[in-house]
């Protein structure tokens, strides 16, 4: 296992989730396509957020409360092939927390989670209601702190 990533795993909260590849989760070569990376991360924060007790369709869009955590940025590392069929584990955890947005971590490992393939993060910011950013509600920065 990538050793910064396994202090990454031991040092912050995180969730593991399977991944299984389908077919539509491919490009014409058979080998996963760049988007679904993302998708997965995206299915990744909401494991993370239902992991904490929150579920996440009040947070990425609140209208009650006023606010939003739209995906600011993203970025992944494609280190080793992943075919249609295979199976991965996903790592979740926080890289980084900040009083308006939240830095994610991923980690994606082969099926017996030795073998890191893939790597990304991807920062959420809350925004109010005119599109500007605004803090973070209390329940999300609390996760930061907390024990597993």
Same mark, same amino acid.
């Given at each position: ?7 990454? &795993? ?7 989730? $399977? ?19 993302? &998708? ?14 929150? $579920?996440?369709? $009040? ?10 955590? @739209?995906?600011?940025?993203? *970025?992944?590392?494609?280190? &080793? ?11 979740? *955890? ?24 893939? &790597? ?5 910011? *809350? ?5 500007? *950013?605004?803090?973070? $509600? @209390? ?10």
């Amino acid at each position: 296992m990538d050793e910064g990533a396994q202090r990454d &795993r031991m040092s912050s909260p995180s969730v593991t989730i $399977p991944i299984v590849i389908h077919f539509g989760d491919t490009d014409p070569y058979g080998v996963v396509y760049f988007a679904s990376y993302f &998708r997965y991360c995206h299915h990744g924060i909401e494991a993370f957020l239902r992991h904490f007790g929150l $579920p996440p369709q $009040p947070y990425f869009r609140n209208t009650e409360r006023g606010f939003g955590l @739209p995906v600011v940025g993203a *970025s992944c590392d494609f280190l &080793r092939p992943v075919r249609y069929g295979d199976e991965l584990i996903l790592t979740v *955890s926080l890289k980084t927390v900040k009083p308006k947005a939240m830095t994610f971590a991923f980690h994606f490992y082969d099926s017996v989670g030795e073998q890191l393939v893939a &790597r990304g993060e991807a920062t959420i910011v *809350s925004i109010d209601r005119s599109w500007k *950013s605004c803090p973070l $509600p @209390p329940e999300l920065l609390a996760i930061a702190s907390a024990e597993q």
